[in-house]
């Protein structure tokens, strides 16, 4: 068992991204997101999995966007290219799985 901390620290400070763990083909990272603050479009070799723990953001994600909150997940399959922004002071999970 390990236990691992995110603590809240959008009070504190603008974004916040922390590798929280890797374990197998999957690693987890935590990201705060202050409202407005965009991360630049990208894409991953791996399956993505977006859980939005507080807040709201809006993913566009070739070309088409959705706003992902805590009552939703997002799946991302490898390689689509996607873009994000906080419409809200955002805390949100990303879980990046390999195959």
Do not use: C, W, Y
């Not at 603590?7 to 999957?26: C, M, R, V, Y």
């Not at 999995?49 to 993913?59: E, P």
């Amino acid at each position: 068992m390990e236990l691992i901390e995110t603590p809240n620290l959008l009070e504190e400070k603008n974004k916040h991204i922390q590798k929280a763990l890797s374990f197998g083909k999957t690693k987890v990272v935590n990201m705060q997101l202050q409202t407005g603050e965009k991360i630049a479009e990208h894409d991953s070799a791996a399956d993505v999995v977006i859980i939005v723990r507080s807040g709201k953001v809006s993913f566009n994600v070739e070309g088409q966007t959705v706003e992902v909150t805590p009552d939703t997940i997002l799946h991302l399959n490898p390689k689509e290219k996607h873009s994000l922004t906080a419409i809200e002071p955002s805390d949100l999970l990303v879980l990046q799985i390999t195959s």
